[in-house]
């Protein structure tokens, strides 16, 4: 199976998921639908961000890791409807509908969620829902803010509102992983993994840009969790291409981009000795060379 698990891992970015894009980082129902199909047919296994980035893959021989983040909690990513489950049209309801037809595809994914989510369904709904059926709920910022623009006080006082937000509309939630918004860093930069405000403690795995490349893995010496990188879900002719998804999961299938492929162990980490050099002295005890 050449198991490769110091490859790379495609963390895709999506937003709305609506019939008439209004923006490069919208996509329709349809293209959205398209892009899961096509990971499921090579492969793919979405796995959380919490998941990658803590390094607890464990997914079937031969299979390559994806992680499927949202950002902004929008009403087109899930909305409930009267029995309480996932429209069809929703990104939710689509991810559901995928994953019956392909069983090895998961239906997991990563919600970075901000302050009154998910309008069109309601907090306490939208993130029960979530909580239950196994998605992550992740960190946006209560107000979407501009960490960079914020004194250290500042930044921690946004992520802490908002993870106590989280957890009061979802009791029992984990915030263990934070989307930048506008993929920028704050000042230092550790802040958005760790701090407090108001009584109110985070600590995240993971910080996820708003970046145009795949992923180092995450028991890779280049792996940097207060900076993970990320491609924008884009199709193969829209704006800004290469540095979309269509284009980096072409390269990642063709090889020009080696990419992340499991040996079925989640206890060993497998790679071809020419890579021994890139795995994380964090990791070597389970390191499998061949």
């Known amino acids: 199976m050449k198991a490769n698990e110091l490859a790379s ?16 980082y919208d996509r329709t129902p349809k293209d959205f639908r398209a892009e899961l199909e096509r990971l499921a047919r ?39 409807g009267s029995d309480g489950e996932p429209v069809d049209d929703c990104a939710v309801g689509i991810l559901l509908d995928v994953a019956k037809k392909h069983p090895e595809f998961r239906p997991v994914a990563t919600f970075f969620v901000n302050g009154e989510p998910f309008s069109g369904t309601g907090g306490d709904k939208a993130l029960g829902w979530l909580h239950k059926n196994g998605f992550e709920i992740g960190n946006h910022t209560l107000n979407h803010a501009k960490l960079s623009g914020l004194p250290a006080a500042g930044v921690q006082r946004e992520i802490s509102a908002n993870q106590k937000a989280i957890t009061a509309h979802a009791p029992g939630t984990k915030v263990v992983s934070m989307g930048l918004p506008f993929g920028i860093q704050p000042d230092p930069a550790g802040l958005a993994l760790s701090g407090s405000s108001a009584g109110v403690s985070y600590k995240h795995h993971g910080a996820y840009l708003v970046g145009s490349n795949p992923a180092p893995s995450p028991y890779a010496t280049s792996f940097d969790p207060v900076g993970i990188p990320r491609i924008r879900s884009a199709g193969p002719d829209d704006e800004d291409a290469e540095f979309g998804s269509s284009r980096w999961l072409d390269k990642l299938a063709d090889g020009t981009v080696s990419r992340y492929t ?22 070597r005890d389970r390191g499998r060379a061949y």
């Not at 963390?11 to 923006?23: A, C, D, E, R, T």
């Not at 499991?262 to 990791?283: F, M, N, Q, V, W």
């Open 9 to 24: 891992v495609p963390v895709l970015m999506y937003h709305q998921v609506i019939k008439n894009p209004g923006s490069v």
């Open 42 to 80: 090579e492969g793919y296994v979405p796995v959380t961000a919490a998941e990658y980035s803590t390094g607890k893959l464990d997914i079937p021989a031969g299979t390559h890791p994806v992680v499927l983040t949202f950002d902004d909690s929008t009403a087109s990513q899930l909305k409930l």
């Open 262 to 283: 499991s040996d079925g162990d989640p206890d060993r980490i497998s790679y071809p000795k020419s890579s021994t050099a890139e795995l994380s002295k964090k990791h």
